[in-house]
């Protein structure tokens, strides 16, 4: 157990690592992953407070998804979260995966926000 938090803070940071080695400072796309849900929240780190931010468990998208915790609803969270962020204004971030690997729900949030308009 403790081998593998150790592993997903290594993740983590060396991910963080990347992000800050980039250009400009464009705002932050951060992904959590848990067992039921999935969140997506777009971050300015300069002010540090969040921008707009989607989840399997929003009003609107809980009477739609049969389960929280599927690649359909990590689908739905991203299109949701990119239609916020094009509506607030923002057309560019950087993907912050976190200490998840780019595979199933991960992968399949960030291609729906892509499908939509967001580019990064």
């Given at each position: 157990m403790v081998a593998e938090a150790i592993k997903q803070n290594r993740r983590k940071y060396r991910v963080?690592?990347?992000?800050?080695?980039?250009?400009?400072?464009?705002?932050?796309?951060?992904?959590?992953?848990?067992?039921?849900?999935?969140?997506?929240?777009?971050?300015?780190?300069?002010?540090?407070?969040?921008?707009?931010?989607?989840?399997?468990?929003?009003?609107?998208?809980?009477?739609?998804?049969?389960s929280s915790s599927n690649v359909s609803a990590a689908e739905e969270v991203g299109?949701?979260?990119?239609d916020r962020a094009i509506k607030a204004g923002i057309d560019t971030v950087i993907f912050d995966r976190g200490s998840f690997l780019y595979h199933g729900r991960i992968k399949a949030l960030a291609e729906a926000a892509r499908e939509v308009g967001l580019k990064f």
């Amino acid at each position: 157990m403790v081998a593998e938090a150790i592993k997903q803070n290594r993740r983590k940071y060396r991910v963080r690592q990347k992000l800050k080695k980039s250009p400009n400072n464009r705002l932050r796309l951060s992904v959590h992953r848990s067992l039921k849900n999935i969140y997506a929240q777009v971050i300015d780190d300069e002010k540090g407070t969040t921008i707009v931010s989607a989840s399997s468990l929003d009003k609107s998208l809980k009477d739609k998804l049969k389960s929280s915790s599927n690649v359909s609803a990590a689908e739905e969270v991203g299109k949701l979260v990119a239609d916020r962020a094009i509506k607030a204004g923002i057309d560019t971030v950087i993907f912050d995966r976190g200490s998840f690997l780019y595979h199933g729900r991960i992968k399949a949030l960030a291609e729906a926000a892509r499908e939509v308009g967001l580019k990064f």
